[in-house]
């Protein structure tokens, strides 16, 4: 399996604009999780979602962050409009029952 | 609500030194402990795990005690090498056996100096 799979790697925008980060799950995982990393706050649990449905949204910072799985291989988490504060590393994983799979991240920069 | 801590960083150590990470956690009930790794640029990986006291983790010549009494689950290493720079993280989920929600530390930077 090609583990669980990001895009963009990198990317750089600036303030006011549009971003949508995309998550490929490994096959067969029925959980999936949004995370952000951050120097000063650390690794912070955003989303999760459990068959396509979200289940604790709770760490979504503001109105501004949304995330979809719009089905079992594909998710989405959108910043609109994007500030300099949300310049972080952002990461997916996938889990089946137990061990946590993460992507190998976003890196998104907010000028 | 659950909380991880662990020992501040940077760490520097000469290869083949011995190495502790000191972890403590505050949680309800009776958590599922981790340690994770990240390697510069990758994403982080399951180091190793305890779902129980008294268990012990171990993967890669490391290991960890989930110790309920003092509620700390220490990583440690007998002798590292250059390969084992990396960020490490303690996790805990408070959902027996799952990773589903899991609380993070803030991550302690492991140098290997040859």
């Known amino acids: 399996d090609a583990g669980v799979i990001q895009s963009p790697r990198h990317e750089v925008t600036e303030m006011g604009q549009e971003v949508t980060l995309r998550c490929k799950p490994i096959s067969g995982h029925d959980y999936l999780f949004w995370y952000r990393q951050t120097m000063m706050r650390g690794l912070e649990l955003l989303i999760y979602f459990n068959n396509n449905v979200p289940i604790d949204d709770s760490g979504m910072p503001e109105d501004r962050f949304s995330a979809k799985m719009p089905n079992a291989s594909f998710s989405t988490l959108k910043i609109q409009p994007s500030e300099p504060r949300d310049s972080a590393v952002y990461f997916c994983?996938?889990?089946?029952?137990?061990?946590?799979?993460f992507g190998e991240g976003s890196r998104l920069t907010v000028l | 609500g659950d909380s991880v801590t662990q020992m501040e960083g940077p760490v520097t150590l000469s290869e083949e030194a011995f190495l502790t990470i000191n972890c403590t956690y505050t949680?309800?009930?009776?958590?599922?402990l981790f340690w994770y790794v990240q390697y510069p640029g990758e994403g982080l990986q399951l180091l190793l795990k305890a779902t129980k006291a008294d268990d012990k983790g171990s993967n890669k010549g490391f290991e960890a005690t989930y110790r309920k009494e003092t509620t700390s689950f220490h990583l440690e290493k007998g002798s590292v090498q250059v390969s084992d720079s990396a960020v490490y993280f303690c996790a805990l989920s408070d959902h027996p056996g799952s990773a589903r929600q899991l609380t993070f530390g803030s991550g302690t930077q492991l140098t290997v100096l040859p």
């Open positions: 949680a309800t009930g009776y958590p599922s």
């Open positions: 994983a996938s889990s089946s029952s137990g061990e946590l799979f």
